[in-house]
Structures are given as C-alpha cells and as structure tokens.
C-alpha cells in the first residue's frame, strides 16, 4: 500500500466491457519529506488508479497495486493493478501530524 494523491482524472472512451463505469484518477504516491519527515512530498511519478471510495481531487489516499488491487469485490473481475481503497483522514509520525484533512482544505461537505 501506499499514500497518494489525487491530482486528476482519466476519461478513456474506448475500453474493455468490463472497465465501463469504474472512474480512472490520477494519483501521485507519496513520501515522508526531509530529516524531519514533518511533510509530505511527491515521488515525482504518476499512476492511473480505479476509484472504489468516491474520492476527489486534492485528497490523500490509500492506494493498493498487483494483486492486492483485485481483491475488492468492486475490482476482482478487472484489469486493474491500483485501486483507491481508502480517504486518508490524517497521517502521523513519531507523534507528530504530519497531515490532516480537516486542515488542508479538501473536505467535502
């Protein structure tokens, strides 16, 4: 597993029976930042996940890949290797937080 980011969205028209209604996000994993790991940072790569939570732009996610990404009931007939298995509420590191929603804006109503 691994954090990650939502930083867009994939719209393929043409695609497998089976991929037809899943959405397709774009997700930036990523990792603790500096001596002091107090941030979050991106890994600088970009994978495309299947969404199983309803989450959003800008949100922290939960990410799983091979063959963990086809063991949700929602994924476990499809071509997938990352799917989004969670909405990360908060992040924290030798007791300190390092990320929480309620602060960074992205809470949806």
């Given amino acids: 597993m691994f954090v990650g980011k939502v930083t867009g969205s994939l719209v393929s028209t043409q695609k497998v029976a089976a ?25 600088g790569r970009t994978f495309v996940a299947v969404d199983t939570v309803g989450a959003g732009e800008g949100e922290y996610v939960l990410v799983v890949q091979g063959s963990s990404a086809r063991l949700t009931p929602e994924t476990k007939n499809l071509p997938v290797d990352a799917v989004i298995v969670g909405i990360i509420d908060s992040v924290h590191v030798a007791q300190k937080c390092v990320y929480s929603k309620e602060d960074d804006g992205t809470s949806r109503q």
Avoid at 19 to 43: F, Y
């Fill in 19 to 43: 991929m037809v209604g899943h959405k397709m996000l774009l997700v930036e994993p990523h990792c603790l930042h500096g001596e002091n790991r107090d941030s979050l940072k991106t890994t």
